[in-house]
Structure formats: C-alpha cells, structure tokens
C-alpha cells in the first residue's frame, strides 16, 4: 500500500469523514494538521494550489479534498490506488 497523506485541521468534519472512510478501508495514513504547525498550511498550499483541507494524497498522486475521495471511491478508482 502506497503512502497516504492527509493534511487536515481536527475541527474539520471533511477532514474527520475522509480518514473515516480511509479507515474502512483499513488504510493507513499520516495525518498533518495544519493548524498546529502553520509551516505544514504552506507546504500544502504549495503542493496543491488550494486553501482547504483536507487535502490527500495517495503516494505522489494528488487525490483532492473529501468530496474528491468519495468520488474516486463511488468510481471503483480508490481500492485500486490502496492495493498498489
């Protein structure tokens, strides 16, 4: 399983339901919260050209937030990215 990196903030219920579904998966993930180290905020914005969280990658792919990770789930597309 490729590594998963989610940057997220813990009052963000996007943040809370995307590692929710993450741990249905039985992935494991790293969790940066950007609000307790605001380097980490410019690092994610740096890498994704967006402001909010969460933002999650999948190895080096760029996932997206949460509505993006259900999507790429409703498409079939994420147990195949988990199971590389």
């Known amino acids: 399983m490729p590594p998963i990196t989610i940057y997220s903030a813990d009052s963000c219920p ?3 339901r995307a590692q929710t579904l993450l741990d249905r998966k039985g992935a494991n993930y790293t969790v940066l919260d950007v609000n307790r180290d605001p380097q980490l905020w410019g690092e994610m914005t ?3 050209r ?3 969280v969460p933002q999650i990658f ?3 792919q760029h996932i997206g937030g949460c509505d993006d990770l259900f999507a790429l789930d409703r498409r079939g597309g994420l ?3 988990l199971s590389a």
Do not use: M, N
Request: hydrophobic content about 20%; proline content about 7%.
């Open 14 to 16: 996007y943040c809370r």
């Open 46 to 48: 740096a890498r994704t």
């Open 50 to 52: 967006r402001d909010t």
């Open 58 to 60: 999948i190895g080096d």
């Open 79 to 81: 147990d195949p990215l």
